[in-house]
């Protein structure tokens, strides 16, 4: 490979170009600024590089950012050619370099690339030289954005000494052998010093360090602080191996309290410092206990902790299984999922950790290694912390913290009154003893989230938009991961449901019929059972506890299969007077957004239940017509009978009645009775109201109790209340 070639390779490989259009032509992030947009076009001719910056960037300031000099962009002369006439060759572009545009609020204004339009200053940040006088400025924008600005007002670094921020106190620092904060950006640098410790930046963030920054580091005792993401980790890195030798100690931290690491953008120093519970004090207790960095000890360790942050070895269903925690942007919240060891080992095949002296795939070196986290098994146990016993324990906990709407007074509710209203008005009709019941509901999952009610919560309405799903919504959110919205009956009642084995408000809207007989075990399984299987593509059935508490909602009549006797639903007719009102239920979510979610599971944490949740149940009219739509063909004979106050026998009420002409009577009101037995049929009867039998001309007759005390006793058993016909 000659020399040329060589530095277009290095060129594309920091720049992280991507082939466009034409052969030898690419796209790249520009070195000399913080460019996220591939603004830099670079292309390969026979005897020369050429690059251009879209931004306005300079080719001096290119090379210089580059580590390259400009003869390196051509090919190379020997010395019996530099008499000859030259090749012709076009010069590399000229650029002129861009004077800032100042505004009538004397902020600069400059195009980004980035956001594909001018965009304005909102923050200055003032790089200061040993001297005491600018060396030059960052602008960031408003959107974020940022250029470099010399003191001249050219927005490019031409002719100035790249320096840290906040030399000065650096330096100072140094000297009063302080300890040295290297962070991601100026702004957590101000943040860091207005907490009264030394820190220092630089342009560009982790993956811009110039060689000459580490000379003002000598003998510096220096704690690297990477943002939340993996470009910062590996960044900070590649900064301590460098300062490795030069500074007198070396710590990294990772700021804890900063959620799983990002793929990029995460979280940085200043959302540390904004948490309430952090100070000077905790970091430097946090940092006293951090082991000192080096390099030999630290580059495949590294790559350990990497994988070991996002990775596990556990046996599902008698498998081998690495389990991948993952970050759903769409959902916004924490998952899993699950990879075999070769889909693993293959997804990091292309990264290599070098071993002795051989190189080794990532995936195969972390699954072969000692180190890597590995637990027994999964299991869901809310309330526990993980690992449990043994196991990885799928509890994430709370989506929010509890904050009282008033801590001197329990039961304020002024910080989520809008969603009481609607619970209250909309949810219960109206009715206060429903209402108590449906909260007492909400606090019962809350408060005893490991423990199995049995009772699951059923929303109707004929019309839309009426906030059944808003309420299933912020309920929900309480619980973060643990809360699942389905609409597809094969997710709620199907053979895989890896879905549901951390799930612990599950919201099935419109995912269920009533006359779906197949499916009918497996939802009375949901409700009520201890532990249910749990099958995953690929894997063996086992079986895990249910802590699943299910939420349903629907527009049709029969929602659920309740039986007479049946306490495993509380079935609900939400009121229909809010129906598509987009400013309550605006208000209502504004009002959440604004600490009435915390204010809510504070509340809920907090509250007594004094219902009896299993047997003090709400009798409502959907209740009701939900065991009407439900009964057995003999039941609803018999129901029939009570409306219709006679039967058809030919007799009175009180008279004797022929099994055979009960019978035959049965099996003409619908064709599905038609195989029923007489023997079937009379046990069936049996089963719900009492009766003597008698012969009447060697026929076998049976005798009921009066009319009124049937009907009765039929709405004390199974409360259902007879009407008869208009």
């Known amino acids: 490979m000659n020399k040329l070639q060589k530095t277009f390779n290095d060129i594309i490989e920091r720049t992280r170009a991507k082939p466009i259009g034409t052969a030898g032509s690419f796209s790249g992030l520009c070195p000399s600024h913080d460019d996220n947009s591939a603004s830099m076009s670079i292309t390969m001719e026979i005897d020369r590089i050429l690059l251009y910056c879209h931004s306005g960037c300079t080719i001096d300031n290119i090379c210089l950012s580059l580590e390259i000099e400009q003869p390196d962009l051509f090919v190379s002369r020997d010395k019996t050619q530099i008499n000859k006439v030259p090749i012709p060759l076009k010069l590399v572009k000229k650029q002129k370099r861009m004077k800032a545009d100042i505004n009538a609020d004397s902020k600069v204004v400059f195009f980004s690339s980035k956001h594909k339009k001018n965009v304005t200053e909102s923050v200055r940040y003032s790089y200061i030289n040993a001297d005491g006088k600018t060396a030059y400025h960052v602008i960031r924008s408003d959107p974020k954005d940022f250029r470099p600005m010399t003191p001249d007002g050219f927005l490019d670094h031409e002719g100035v000494e790249r320096l840290p921020y906040r030399l000065p106190e650096l330096l100072q620092g140094v000297k009063d052998l302080k300890l040295i904060i290297l962070l991601e950006g100026e702004k957590d640098v101000d943040s860091a010093m207005a907490m009264g410790l030394i820190a220092t930046t630089f342009v560009g963030g982790a993956g811009k360090w110039r060689d000459e920054y580490s000379e003002y580091f000598r003998g510096a005792d220096v704690v690297l602080m990477p943002d939340n993401d993996f470009p910062g980790l590996k960044g900070m890195t590649e900064i301590a191996t460098k300062l490795y030798g030069t500074a007198s100690r070396i710590r990294m931290l990772e700021l804890p309290g900063l959620g799983p690491s990002q793929e990029k953008h995460g979280k940085d120093f200043s959302d540390w410092a904004e948490l309430e519970e952090n ?94 986290r590995q637990y027994k098994g999964l299991t869901f146990m809310p309330g526990e912390s993980s690992p449990y016993r043994g196991n990885y324990n ?325 409360g259902i209340k007879i009407t008869e016909p208009v």
């Not at 000890?297 to 556990?314: A, C, G, P, Q, Y």
């Not at 389990?323 to 919240?333: F, G, I, L, S, T």
């Not at 497996?522 to 508490?549: H, P, S």
């Not at 204010?599 to 299993?614: E, Q, S, V």
């Open 279 to 372: 100070t000077k004090n905790t970091l430097e207790k946090i940092i006293s206990d951090l082991p000192e960095w080096s390099p030999e000890e630290h580059e495949n360790e590294s790559v350990i902790d990497e994988l070991n942050k996002k990775h596990f070895v556990t046996m599902i269903g008698g498998k081998t299984t690495v389990v991948n925690e993952v970050y759903d942007p769409a959902m916004e919240r924490q998952s899993i999922t699950c990879s075999s060891p070769t889909d693993f080992k293959n997804f990091y095949s292309n990264r290599f950790v070098p071993v002795e002296d051989r190189h080794v795939p990532l995936g195969k070196f972390w699954f072969n290694h000692p180190d890597r």
């Open 394 to 718: 799928l509890w994430g906990g709370f989506n929010v913290d509890p904050i009282p709407s008033n801590s001197e007074n329990p039961d304020n509710i002024e910080a989520f009154s809008w969603f009481y209203d609607h619970i209250h008005q909309n949810i219960a009709n109206g009715d206060d003893f429903t209402a108590a019941y449906v909260i007492g509901w909400m606090a019962d999952l809350v408060l005893y989230p490991s423990k199995r009610l049995g009772v699951s919560m059923v929303l109707r309405s004929d019309a839309q938009g009426t906030g059944k799903g808003l309420f299933a919504r912020i309920l929900g959110h309480l619980f973060g991961k643990h809360y699942l919205h389905i609409t597809n009956p094969r997710h709620l009642t199907g053979n895989f449901n890896a879905h549901l084995i951390d799930c612990l408000l599950l919201f099935a809207d419109e995912a269920f019929w009533a006359g779906d007989k197949s499916s009918e075990g497996a939802l009375k399984t949901l409700i009520t059972e201890e532990f249910r299987a749990v099958e995953i593509k690929g894997k063996d059935v086992f079986q895990a506890r249910n802590f699943t508490r299910l939420l349903i909602a629907s527009n049709k009549s029969w929602v659920v299969p309740s039986e007479l006797h049946d306490r495993r639903f509380v079935i609900l007719d939400v009121n229909q007077q809010r129906a598509r009102d987009t400013e309550y239920f605006g208000k209502m979510m504004k009002q959440m957004e604004s600490g009435g979610y915390e204010a809510l599971l504070w509340f809920l944490m907090n509250l007594k239940i004094d219902i009896d949740l299993r047997n003090c149940m709400p009798e409502t009219d959907a209740m009701k017509d939900s065991k009407v739509y439900s009964m057995t063909p003999v039941q609803t004979f018999w129901h029939e009978c009570l409306v219709e106050g006679e039967f058809e026998t030919g007799n009175s009420w009180e008279e004797p009645h022929s099994k055979r002409i009960l019978h035959e009577s049965f099996k003409e009101r619908s064709r599905k009775n038609e195989h029923t037995s007489r023997e079937v049929f009379m046990k069936e009867l049996k089963k719900i109201v009492d009766f003597n039998q008698t012969r009447i001309n060697r026929e076998r007759s049976l005798i009921f109790a009066p009319l009124e005390e049937c009907r009765d006793d039929f709405e004390k058993s199974f």
